[in-house]
């Protein structure tokens, strides 16, 4: 629909295949500038990369020069022969220092660690026959689900709205209990969630280490700006009150808490919420060297694709393993 809309169409996201798919332009906001560009998100990074790479040639370039010239400098300060030339140099880095090119910044460069957890043996989650309804003459949700979670598992779970995915997540998480069958887990396993309202419900006048003191009592607080720091949440940051903190930096708390107990899953859902794209990035490459297992829910076919080997579809009354990517789901979706 919207990319036939014949108006005018601004749309804020940090979806990178939805931006793809309907955007001609791109307008980017950072360091409170506005920088536009004719194409859509991938061509626009494509630019990005390439300026920022001309930049950064640029800087090491007048780097080396600096470094030449302040050699010289050194070198003959005290050689009345070479006055002249010292002070001639002293000028031209003056001049350069004047207009020096600052070094680049790469927003993608911050990093999100999540601290690995002890090994458990596999599975350490095992549904077995499951069937769940909420009874009252309802229909079940489905029945007949049959799976395994491991260390080494990266999930997706899809499906439409009300199709079952949180009802599944809490069989797993053995909030519910099945009508049918067994979901059986590692009695050592521990297992974290995130959601929105795991951000929401953060104490806004704290700071985030006090945040992390109350939910986490009998630590001391370098424990948790160490901590802290693996989501780039640092100095400053870990001590501002979390009203402070954008949205995406609140995120990160969020993670910092989800993982605080090392669990062997981490179960997320919808997490790219309020989070823009380079934090997306870090929570991606984060999430792929975890050594943990991965359950996602989620509507962001980027995200997805980039982290999850297999993807599950919830829906018709059964759990199934689909066999391709969110974007062949997608399309299956729509020609129903």
């Given at each position: 629909?919207l990319?036939t809309?014949?108006?005018?169409?601004i749309?804020v996201?940090h979806?990178?295949?939805?931006?793809?798919?309907?955007?001609?332009?791109?307008?980017?906001?950072a360091?409170?500038?506005l920088?536009?560009h004719?194409?859509?998100?991938q061509?626009?990074?494509?630019?990005?990369?390439?300026?920022?790479?001309?930049?950064?040639?640029?800087y090491?370039?007048?780097?080396?020069?600096?470094?030449?010239?302040?050699?010289?400098?050194?070198?003959f300060?005290?050689?009345?022969k070479?006055?002249?030339?010292v002070q001639?140099?002293?000028k031209?880095l003056?001049k350069?220092?004047?207009?020096?090119?600052?070094?680049?910044?790469?927003p993608?460069?911050f990093?999100m660690n999540?601290p690995?957890?002890?090994?458990l043996?596999?599975?350490?989650i095992?549904v077995e026959?499951?069937?769940?309804?909420y009874?009252?003459?309802r229909?079940?949700?489905?029945?007949?689900?049959?799976f395994?979670?491991?260390?080494?598992?990266?999930i997706g779970?899809l499906?439409v709205?009300?199709?079952g995915?949180?009802?599944?997540?809490?069989l797993?998480?053995?909030k519910?209990?099945p009508?049918?069958g067994?979901c059986?887990?590692n009695?050592?396993?521990?297992i974290?969630?995130?959601?929105q309202?795991?951000?929401?419900?953060l104490?806004?006048?704290?700071?985030?280490?006090?945040?992390?003191?109350?939910?986490?009592?009998?630590h001391e607080p370098?424990?948790f700006?160490?901590?802290?720091?693996?989501?780039?949440?640092?100095?400053?940051l870990?001590?501002?009150?979390?009203?402070?903190?954008?949205?995406?930096?609140?995120?990160?708390?969020?993670f910092?808490?989800?993982?605080?107990r090392?669990?062997?899953?981490?179960?997320?859902?919808?997490?790219?919420?309020?989070?823009?794209?380079?934090?997306?990035d870090a929570?991606i490459?984060a999430?792929?060297?975890?050594k943990g297992?991965?359950?996602?829910v989620?509507?962001d076919?980027?995200f997805?694709n980039s982290?999850?080997?297999e993807?599950?579809?919830v829906?018709?009354?059964?759990v199934?393993r689909?066999q391709?990517?969110?974007?062949?789901?997608?399309k299956?979706i729509?020609n129903e």
């Open positions: 629909y990319e809309y014949p108006k005018t169409l749309v996201s979806d990178r295949n939805f931006l793809n798919q309907v955007t001609t332009d791109t307008i980017y906001l360091k409170q500038q920088s536009y004719r194409g859509n998100f061509s626009f990074e494509n630019t990005q990369e390439e300026l920022l790479k001309n930049q950064r040639k640029a090491e370039a007048q780097q080396m020069k600096v470094s030449h010239m302040q050699e010289f400098i050194d070198r300060r005290c050689n009345a070479k006055a002249p030339l001639s140099r002293v031209a003056e350069i220092m004047r207009t020096a090119v600052e070094e680049p910044e790469d993608r460069a990093k999540f690995p957890p002890e090994p043996g596999r599975p350490i095992s026959n499951v069937a769940f309804g009874g009252d003459g229909p079940e949700l489905f029945h007949d689900v049959n395994g979670i491991d260390m080494s598992s990266r779970i499906g709205n009300g199709s995915k949180s009802t599944l997540i809490n797993m998480l053995g519910l209990d009508t049918h067994k059986v887990r009695p050592r396993v521990r974290s969630t995130f959601t309202h795991h951000v929401d419900s104490d806004l006048g704290k700071t985030a280490v006090e945040n992390m003191m109350e939910l986490f009592p009998g370098d424990e700006r160490t901590h802290l720091g693996r989501f780039n949440l640092s100095g400053e870990a001590m501002k009150p979390t009203r402070k903190l954008s949205g995406g930096q609140k995120s990160r708390v969020g910092a808490v989800l993982t605080w090392l669990p062997h899953v981490v179960v997320l859902d919808e997490p790219t919420n309020h989070l823009d794209i380079e934090t997306i929570l490459d999430l792929r060297n975890y297992g991965v359950v996602i989620s509507h076919q980027h997805v982290i999850c080997t993807l599950w579809v829906g018709d009354r059964k199934t689909f391709g990517s969110m974007a062949e789901y997608k299956a729509l």
